[in-house]
């Protein structure tokens, strides 16, 4: 049976790739799990296997191509064979031609059919069945029927795409389709009417009869359109229509003036009302700029973009000036990465009121102990780092201070506390900066973690980084050590609420107890909040649990 191979889901917020190879061609026969293309996208290049197996009869995209997620990449005869519903036609097709006689011989041909649809017909809906648990909606991602198709209970006729499985659907009703309400790409929810069919049981009607109920059908069909374009257009004008105010000395009993609103449907208004969209202010694409539900979200889409390009209050976006008026310049395009680490930290720092707290803390015996255990380490081929270190101590601060291991969802107006530990480390390499994940931390020990971190920050410079591999992080740190620099102020890697900044250890003049001052290594350390779920006080705690216990290790256990 003929399928279709889509671009799988790539992870959260990444929505399109580009494809770098393509590893297969016409005519060759795929297995399960084999890679199939190898693409780019904004966090790492990867390659994608096959969810099928069978010949290849056709390849959609080629190199360079820029692919989306649920995009058709090659279809597939599953173990070799063609669609088993095309052949049946075609052989039925083929033998009514050897035959030579008209489509009156194909009903005569089919007794056992005619039985079936025997009797008076009525017409049936076949809805959306019920989903499963906590599924309230799927994707329509293959049409099974068409209209004019006869099909018997329990045939499949839709293919839909849950966020936890892709099924097929069958159908409850049987008899011939007179009305299909889905194509692909359409998103279902349970009860919705996904097809109409015409069903007849009993003794074999007439051709007039077998006529007649889609007669009274289509009858029907066309009265109940006039009737809910009649009540759209009245609800469009009493419910949204806007009253002129009088002028002075107008009758008060003459009738307010309604002005004409936009054209909408009840339910598509609804709907805006819903997001607080003003519905006049959404461009109709349909007939008389009639407004449909996919303008209402094409106009989300564009109000939800603009804080990244207008800054989101009301300030216009300035045009840049002509810098080639002042001297040479060059062009250069973003790279992927790049392009999506600026839209990112652009939203992140719009959404989050970000606030930063500094602190230092004395390393000194700290770093001769650090020196002293990094030979053990370097046996499992890897380094003991102070990034390293301050993993595993963070990976206990977040269990003492839970809302650092948090996020925060605004519509649901819910605090989300994460029960396990997954801390990401900023890397920077050659193609832009990078945040892979160690998973568990809490769970793992300082040689698990620096084996771990080392092969991580390789793959990363290398580009090996896999999707899954940059994802479920709770907490990041960011170390600018190695270069330079005394303090700074890192944002926020959204949807997590607090990110820790490292800087360069300097030897400084401490005074001490004894009345003298004498030199101690210093490390500086920054954390950006966010403000809607830690106060500063939880802050400025935190950071100083994390300061002493780089001063005096044991106190994490007590």
Same mark, same amino acid.
């Given at each position: 049976?003929?399928?279709?191979?889509?671009?799988?889901?790539?992870?959260?917020?990444?929505?399109?790739?580009?494809?770098?190879?393509?590893?297969?061609?016409?005519?060759?026969?795929?297995?399960?799990?084999?890679?199939?293309?190898? @693409?780019?996208?904004?966090?790492?290049?990867?390659?994608?296997? +096959?969810?099928?197996?069978?010949?290849?009869?056709?390849?959609?995209?080629?190199?360079?191509?820029?692919?989306?997620?649920?995009?058709?990449?090659?279809?597939?005869?599953?173990?070799?064979? %063609?669609?088993?519903?095309?052949?049946?036609?075609?052989?039925?097709?083929?033998?009514?031609?050897? #035959?030579?006689?008209?489509? $009156?011989?194909?009903?005569?041909?089919?007794?056992?059919?005619?039985? &079936?649809?025997?009797?008076?017909?009525?017409?049936?809906?076949?809805?959306?069945?019920?989903?499963?648990? %906590?599924?309230? %909606?799927? /994707?329509?991602?293959?049409?099974?029927?068409?209209?004019?198709?006869?099909?018997?209970?329990?045939?499949?006729?839709?293919?839909?795409?849950?966020? *936890?499985?892709?099924?097929?659907?069958? +159908?409850?009703?049987?008899?011939?389709?007179?009305?299909?309400?889905? *194509?692909?790409?359409?998103?279902?929810?349970?009860?919705?009417?996904?097809?109409?069919?015409?069903?007849?049981?009993? &003794?074999?009607?007439?051709?007039?009869?077998?006529?007649?109920?889609?007669?009274?059908?289509?009858?029907?069909?066309?009265?109940?359109?006039?009737?809910?374009?009649?009540?759209?257009?009245?609800?469009?004008? &009493?419910?949204?229509?806007?009253?002129?105010?009088?002028?002075?000395?107008?009758? /008060?009993?003459?009738?307010?003036?309604?002005?004409?609103?936009?054209?909408?449907?009840? %339910?598509? $208004?609804? @709907?805006? $009302?819903?997001?607080?969209?003003?519905?006049?202010?959404?461009?109709?694409?349909?007939?008389?700029?009639?407004?449909?539900?996919?303008?209402?979200?094409?106009?989300?889409?564009?109000?939800?973009? *603009?804080?990244?390009?207008?800054?989101?209050?009301?300030?216009?976006?300035?045009?840049?000036?002509?810098?080639?008026?002042?001297?040479?310049?060059?062009?250069?395009?973003?790279?992927?990465?790049?392009?999506?680490?600026?839209?990112?930290?652009?939203?992140?720092?719009?959404?989050?009121?970000?606030?930063?707290?500094?602190?230092?803390?004395?390393?000194?015996?700290?770093?001769? /102990?650090?020196?002293?255990? +990094?030979?053990?380490?370097?046996?499992?081929?890897? *380094?003991?780092?102070?990034?390293?270190?301050?993993?595993?101590?963070?990976?206990?601060?977040?269990?003492?201070?839970?809302?650092?291991?948090?996020?925060?969802?605004?519509?649901?107006?819910?605090?989300?506390?994460?029960?396990?530990?997954?801390?990401?480390?900023?890397?920077?390499?050659?193609?832009?900066?990078?945040?892979?994940?160690?998973?568990?931390?809490?769970?793992?020990?300082?040689? /698990?973690?620096?084996?771990?971190?080392?092969?991580?920050?390789?793959?990363? $410079?290398?580009?090996?980084?896999?999707?899954?591999?940059?994802?479920?992080?709770?907490?990041?740190?960011?170390?600018?050590?190695?270069?330079?620099?005394?303090?700074?102020?890192?944002?926020?890697?959204?949807?997590?609420?607090? @990110?820790?900044?490292?800087?360069?250890?300097?030897?400084?003049?401490?005074? #001490?107890?004894?009345? +003298?001052?004498?030199?101690?290594?210093?490390?500086?350390?920054?954390?950006?909040?966010?403000?809607?779920?830690?106060?500063?006080? #939880?802050?400025?705690?935190?950071?100083?649990?994390?300061?002493?216990?780089?001063?005096?290790?044991?106190?994490?256990?007590?």
């Amino acid at each position: 049976m003929a399928k279709e191979f889509k671009l799988p889901d790539l992870g959260e917020n990444i929505e399109s790739a580009e494809v770098v190879s393509v590893l297969i061609k016409v005519g060759d026969t795929v297995k399960k799990e084999q890679s199939i293309i190898e @693409i780019e996208t904004d966090k790492a290049t990867i390659e994608v296997p +096959s969810n099928i197996a069978g010949k290849i009869s056709e390849v959609l995209v080629n190199e360079g191509d820029s692919v989306k997620v649920g995009q058709t990449i090659i279809n597939v005869d599953e173990d070799g064979k %063609s669609d088993e519903k095309e052949e049946a036609k075609a052989e039925a097709k083929e033998g009514k031609k050897t #035959d030579g006689k008209g489509e $009156r011989e194909e009903e005569e041909l089919s007794p056992k059919k005619e039985e &079936a649809q025997s009797g008076v017909s009525e017409v049936l809906d076949f809805k959306v069945p019920d989903l499963g648990e %906590s599924i309230e %909606s799927a /994707d329509v991602i293959n049409v099974l029927v068409k209209k004019g198709d006869s099909i018997s209970k329990d045939e499949s006729v839709i293919e839909i795409e849950t966020d *936890k499985a892709t099924v097929e659907v069958p +159908s409850s009703v049987e008899g011939k389709i007179v009305e299909l309400n889905v *194509k692909i790409g359409d998103k279902v929810k349970m009860g919705d009417v996904l097809l109409k069919v015409e069903s007849s049981k009993g &003794a074999v009607p007439s051709k007039e009869d077998k006529e007649k109920p889609v007669e009274k059908y289509e009858e029907q069909k066309q009265e109940d359109e006039q009737k809910e374009k009649f009540e759209e257009e009245e609800q469009s004008t &009493a419910e949204k229509g806007e009253v002129e105010e009088m002028k002075p000395g107008e009758c /008060d009993d003459q009738p307010p003036i309604l002005k004409a609103s936009a054209p909408a449907a009840p %339910s598509v $208004r609804r @709907i805006a $009302r819903e997001l607080g969209v003003d519905i006049n202010a959404v461009r109709g694409t349909g007939p008389g700029g009639r407004i449909s539900m996919n303008d209402v979200k094409a106009h989300v889409k564009k109000l939800m973009q *603009k804080p990244a390009e207008g800054f989101g209050f009301g300030i216009k976006k300035e045009a840049l000036p002509d810098f080639s008026k002042y001297g040479k310049i060059e062009r250069e395009s973003m790279s992927k990465i790049r392009e999506k680490t600026a839209t990112h930290l652009s939203y992140a720092w719009a959404v989050t009121p970000h606030v930063t707290q500094f602190d230092q803390t004395d390393i000194t015996e700290f770093e001769k /102990d650090r020196k002293e255990l +990094s030979k053990r380490i370097e046996e499992h081929g890897a *380094k003991l780092t102070v990034t390293g270190i301050l993993i595993k101590i963070i990976s206990e601060g977040l269990k003492k201070f839970p809302q650092f291991n948090s996020s925060i969802d605004m519509e649901k107006k819910e605090i989300i506390y994460k029960k396990y530990i997954n801390i990401g480390v900023a890397v920077d390499t050659e193609y832009g900066l990078l945040v892979p994940v160690i998973k568990n931390v809490d769970e793992k020990n300082l040689i /698990d973690i620096s084996v771990e971190l080392n092969s991580l920050a390789e793959k990363a $410079r290398n580009k090996k980084l896999s999707l899954e591999e940059m994802q479920g992080g709770c907490f990041t740190i960011t170390n600018l050590g190695g270069i330079g620099g005394t303090y700074f102020t890192p944002i926020v890697n959204s949807p997590e609420v607090a @990110i820790m900044g490292i800087s360069r250890a300097n030897y400084k003049p401490v005074y #001490d107890k004894e009345g +003298s001052f004498e030199p101690r290594l210093m490390l500086p350390l920054s954390i950006s909040y966010d403000h809607r779920i830690i106060d500063g006080a #939880d802050a400025i705690r935190f950071l100083r649990w994390v300061c002493e216990a780089l001063e005096e290790p044991l106190k994490i256990f007590m």
